[in-house]
């Protein structure tokens, strides 16, 4: 029991450190967390001096099968996904994290949402109606949630 607190810990000492390199030894003591793989992406895909989108897509492929009712996850994902010039993958993530977010009943008749993946030619600029603007980055053609507005 000691030694799996010990384990823990550092594993977490890692996952929350500054380097790409020592959270991905952190994400290898800890290989079932989704969390971690989610971070250890974001470090790889956001690196500006050595960015590593190939890797960062697995690692967010890797966290959302870790946790595939994660919508956090899923947007991550998605944002690789569109960064890598793949929109049909891109859209299909973010029709799913829309589709786990659960709204509070009071805003389901409020809440608009529409793309934001990059189509050609573009047909939407994200617009939010709700306080849900800094949880969805993306938006949907079609309403996933019943009784909200999409937006055309």
Known sequence: MV???????IADSRIHADDVETIAKGVQLEPGNASAWDTLGRYQQLD??????????ESYKQAVRDDPR????????AAAYEADGDI???????????RSIRFPP??????????????????????????????????????????ARAMT
Do not use: D
Request: hydrophobic letters at 35%; charged letters at 15%; glycine letters at 2%.
């Open 48 to 57: 500006f001096i050595n960015s590593k989108p190939a890797q960062a897509l």
């Open 106 to 147: 009071r805003l389901l008749g409020t809440t608009e949402i529409s793309y934001c993946a990059r189509t050609s030619p573009p047909k939407a600029t994200p617009r939010f109606s709700t306080p849900f603007n800094s949880i969805l980055h993306c938006s949907l053609s079609r309403s996933p949630v019943p009784g």
């Open 70 to 77: 994660s919508a956090a996850f899923r947007m991550n994902l």
């Open 3 to 9: 030694y799996q607190a010990v384990r823990f810990w």
């Open 88 to 98: 049909p993958h891109a859209r299909e993530q973010f029709e799913k994290a829309a």
